[in-house]
């Protein structure tokens, strides 16, 4: 079975500039999650998706950060424009079911840096 | 506030010790913890999970427990190896909202 893709894995910027991040579920999967996650922390959810409708983005920087899940399959998460406080890396994940959120399913993140 | 702690410092074990890695809560009440393992450059990697009517979870030589009068889960690996070494991660599902709260992961480094 296919794990989480995200693409792309790494991507160097200069502030105010923008950028964008994919992700690809695990085939199946209703729910979809974006985090972030600063060097030396945990992830923090920037938006939960479940099918294509949004279940929290309370912490998203709707200012900033926009994220959409057309289809209720891939995901893409942009930043416009991009602060040095967003280097981090990105970690999309995906579980199978619609309630308590279980086991989560990572991909490998997208390092962002913001020079 | 609420917050939940992990072990800061790299803990250091000789292989085939048993490690122990500590997860500390406050003001939360959670349905069901987690625990990850983080290799450097990779996502999290889902390890157990254990409801809170459960005093304790094993899988092959991992063994979680989960005390919710003191606040704490202990998150253990017997006859530890090199191999082990990872940063672990916790997670705790608040069952008002259906979301996760992250620690910031301990750093677990096993010598041979």
């Known amino acids: 079975e296919a794990g989480v893709a995200q693409s792309p894995r790494y991507k160097i910027i200069e502030k105010r500039q923008s950028v964008a991040f994919w992700c690809n579920p695990i085939?199946?999967?209703?729910?979809l999650y974006w985090y972030q996650q600063i060097l030396g922390q945990g992830p923090k959810l920037l938006i939960q998706f479940q099918n294509n409708g949004v279940v929290d983005d309370s912490q998203l920087p709707k200012d900033r950060f926009s994220a959409e899940r057309l289809k209720g399959v891939d995901s893409t998460l942009k930043i416009q424009p991009a602060k040095l406080e967003d280097s981090a890396v990105y970690l999309c994940?995906?579980?199978?079911?619609?309630?308590?959120?279980?086991?989560?399913?990572f991909g490998e993140g997208s390092r962002l840096t913001v020079l | 506030s609420q917050k939940i702690e992990q072990n800061s410092e790299a803990l250091n074990i000789q292989e085939g010790k048993t490690a122990t890695l500590t997860c500390n809560y406050t003001?939360?009440?959670?349905?069901?913890l987690q625990w990850y393992r983080q290799d450097p450059g990779r996502g999290p990697v889902f390890l157990l999970l254990i409801r809170e009517n459960e005093k304790e979870k094993r899988k092959e030589r991992l063994k979680v427990t989960f005390d919710t009068t003191l606040k704490q889960s202990l998150f253990h690996i017997t006859a530890s190896q090199p191999a082990d070494s990872a940063t672990y991660l916790c997670a705790l599902l608040m069952d008002s909202n259906y979301q996760l709260i992250w620690g910031a992961g301990t750093k677990l480094i096993i010598k041979p």
């Open positions: 994940a995906s579980s199978p079911g619609t309630g308590h959120p279980g086991e989560l399913f």
């Open positions: 085939s199946g999967h209703a729910t």
């Open positions: 003001n939360y009440s959670p349905a069901y």
